[in-house]
């Protein structure tokens, strides 16, 4: 199974892979500024930043909103910084995401697998792993199954778990 420093890690190793911006040089990681943590601080060639945070599975409505406190901090502490953030997650849902899109924040939805499989293609991760999450999966799917109706989010993460198998068992 992966962890979210898993995904930070690569995500901070290969910015253009997972974020799709070329020429972002991290410059921190789980950084600080007032009450408030971020996980991921790139520069870009023409001095902006680019703030991100990350969670592993379905985006929740704290790591929702996390990001907006996050700014504020940020700016207030570099008042004349250009700023743009991302949230990242594994899934994120049709309201999420339509929330994320009112308020100009820019968002990326990237599987699981494709941290695994491209993890496992650069030696991150070792061999066995491919072989534990595939099990960890399996064994989620059939615990999700047992129950007789899911919330509109626990229906997002059966699917995407389901997805998720049929993924890993090509």
């Given at each position: 199974m992966i962890?979210?420093?898993?995904?930070?890690?690569?995500?901070?190793?290969?910015?253009?892979?997972?974020?799709?911006?070329?020429?972002?040089?991290?410059?921190?990681?789980?950084?600080?500024?007032?009450?408030?943590?971020?996980?991921?601080?790139?520069?870009?060639?023409?001095?902006?930043?680019?703030?991100?945070?990350?969670?592993?599975?379905?985006?929740?409505?704290?790591?929702?909103?996390?990001?907006?406190?996050?700014?504020?901090?940020?700016?207030?502490?570099?008042?004349t910084d250009f700023v743009d953030v991302m949230v990242i997650a594994n899934n994120i849902s049709a309201e999420r995401k339509e929330s994320l899109n009112k308020r100009g924040i820019e968002f990326k939805e990237?599987?699981?697998?494709?941290?695994?499989?491209?993890?496992?293609?650069?030696?991150?991760?070792?061999?066995?792993?491919?072989s534990n999450v595939t099990t960890y999966t399996h064994e989620r799917v059939e615990n999700m199954t047992d129950m007789k109706k899911l919330s509109p989010t626990k229906q997002l993460e059966y699917d995407y778990w389901q997805s998720f198998v049929k993924y890993l068992t090509q």
């Open positions: 962890t979210e420093r898993d995904m930070q890690n690569l995500i901070k190793q290969y910015p253009e892979k997972f974020l799709g911006e070329t020429a972002l040089k991290c410059i921190g990681e789980e950084l600080t500024y007032g009450n408030y943590r971020f996980d991921l601080l790139f520069s870009d060639r023409h001095g902006g930043k680019l703030l991100v945070e990350i969670q592993k599975g379905t985006l929740d409505r704290t790591h929702h909103y996390k990001i907006l406190d996050y700014y504020d901090a940020y700016k207030t502490a570099h008042p990237i599987p699981e697998s494709k941290f695994i499989e491209f993890g496992c293609s650069i030696g991150y991760f070792d061999p066995q792993t491919r």
